[in-house]
């Protein structure tokens, strides 16, 4: 777009700014990505204005008449801003001043970009959270679904990275549920703070036009609006709690990510990436590389710099705006499409990306000592006090390592060797199968917890 070439802001200057800083101080480049909410911001003001009436209704009507043309060219790729624009709040307006005249001059009357552009920001995020929190709904169902069909798979647990005890593949899924669940729940609180408008605060000090913050509001579907005018154009806690609720998010993606990561590994061979979510090597060509768990484990460090370099943003702020807080823009952009391309590659990669390697599991849960709790756990519900049953399993275990053979091997004879409790039922007491089922306490991995678990899940993701 071509402008007049003085500054948009003032007669008071004289001359116009040098180029490279009129780059440099320009927004444009990626506050457009606000622009829809900037007219729509606008079109409320606008009818706040003739409601109050700071201009009369047939200026309000025009006004918001020309906001839509600007939105019509805009989405029609008639109306591409420039540099000389500054920002997108100065855009909208000249565009709107050429389009209804001298009447797109009173549109910013008892408002400054100060509050605008926080309303802007805030009417975006809000349709953002509402995005994600539905793409964490459907990376839940995918989860759900997944778990359904593994209850009776069975995966070792670890701890330490090393095997501890076997777990029912779901229940391992069903964790992950449940982080998404918080992180649900989570977007859900910080939507509470994102949803208020500091429309009317002006520049800081409030105005001197009677307006009506509410009705402006109430139009824009606001819950609340700032209480105080300083608070309310310097206040970015709500972008600083998305950015936390989105690195939790991605901190979450990212351990999901590590764990399948190692499981497409030849040294885990838990499960196998397909064809439509792996990629392959340039030079080796057996290879086949976890590439969409990976990218995702990069992306976290990025949305975590992007919470860290909004907290140091504001630190050091004086009240009320100041221009450091455009810097806000870039980050709070880059986490929204970073946290939405990672959960619609995850949520991809868990349908039809990975196929779980059941007999590959069932041999992993065979071959070690991940029993040994069941021996101790065997010897103590039979009055051996735990502690005295733990420390001779331990010897049991040791002297199974030096004979190179598992719990399962030893004979009856020898069992009873080590304590005269032992019966013929302790091989059925320490089968894989059995040692997953008997965890029956609430939240643990026994098959019927962990069906009931699902059941719950979905209702809970129904309501
Ligand atoms: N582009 C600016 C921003 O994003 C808009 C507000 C400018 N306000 C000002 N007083 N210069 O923060």
């Excluded at 397909?274 to 990218?295: F, H, R």
Aim: net charge negative; proline share 3%.
């Amino acid at each position: 777009m071509t402008g007049q070439k003085t500054s948009a802001w003032s007669q008071r200057f004289e001359k116009a700014l040098h180029p490279a800083i009129e780059r440099f101080n320009a927004s444009i480049g990626f506050d457009i990505e606000l622009i829809e909410y900037d007219i729509t911001g606008s079109v409320a003001h606008a009818k706040m204005l003739a409601k109050t009436g700071i201009i009369s209704a047939e200026e309000g009507e025009r006004l918001a008449a020309g906001l839509e043309q600007v939105r019509q060219e805009y989405r029609e790729g008639k109306f591409t801003p420039g540099t000389d624009a500054e920002d997108v709040h100065f855009a909208v307006e000249r565009r709107l001043t050429e389009i209804v005249g001298d009447a797109g001059k009173k549109l910013h009357t008892a408002r400054s970009r100060n509050d605008q552009v926080g309303a802007d920001t805030r009417l975006y995020l809000r349709d953002q959270i509402k995005q994600i929190r539905e793409q964490l709904r459907e990376f839940q169902q995918v989860l759900l679904n997944l778990a359904e069909t593994h209850v009776e798979t069975l995966i070792p647990g670890y701890t330490h990275l090393q095997r501890a005890q076997p777990v029912s593949l779901a229940h391992h899924l069903l964790a992950y549920f449940e982080m998404a669940q918080r992180d649900w729940e989570r977007l859900g609180d910080v939507f509470k703070r994102v949803d208020i408008s500091p429309l009317g605060c002006g520049a800081l000090a409030g105005t001197t036009f009677p307006i009506d913050r509410h009705y402006t509001a109430e139009l824009l579907g606001f819950a609340g609006v700032y209480a105080n005018s300083l608070d309310g154009v310097s206040d970015r806690d709500f972008a600083i709690e998305f950015l936390g609720a989105a690195s939790i998010i991605m901190a979450h993606l990212s351990r999901l990510s590590e764990e399948v990561i190692l499981w497409a590994s030849q040294e885990f061979g838990f499960v196998t990436l397909t064809d439509s979510c792996a990629t392959g090597s340039s030079i080796m060509p057996q290879k086949k590389n976890p590439d969409v768990p990976e990218l995702v484990r990069g992306k976290a460090g990025r949305v975590f710099g992007h919470l860290q370099a909004l907290l140091v943003l504001v630190k050091g702020l004086p009240l009320a705006y100041n221009k450091d807080l455009q810097e806000d823009k870039e980050a709070l952009f880059d986490t929204v499409k970073t946290v939405r391309a990672c959960l619609e590659a995850m949520t991809i990669l868990l349908r039809e990306g990975i196929e779980f390697r059941t007999e590959r599991l069932a041999e992993a849960v065979a071959e070690d000592f991940s029993n040994a709790t069941d021996v101790a756990d065997y010897l103590a519900a039979k009055g051996v006090p735990f502690r005295e049953a733990y420390n001779l399993v331990g010897k049991v275990v040791k002297t199974c390592l030096a004979a190179g053979k598992l719990l399962k091997d030893l004979s009856l004879e020898e069992w009873k060797a080590l304590h005269p409790a032992f019966e013929g039922d302790i091989y059925e007491a320490i089968a894989p199968r059995r040692v997953v089922a008997a965890r029956n306490s609430y939240g643990g991995t026994g098959f019927e917890r962990v069906r009931a678990a699902i059941e719950s899940a979905r209702s809970r993701i129904s309501l």
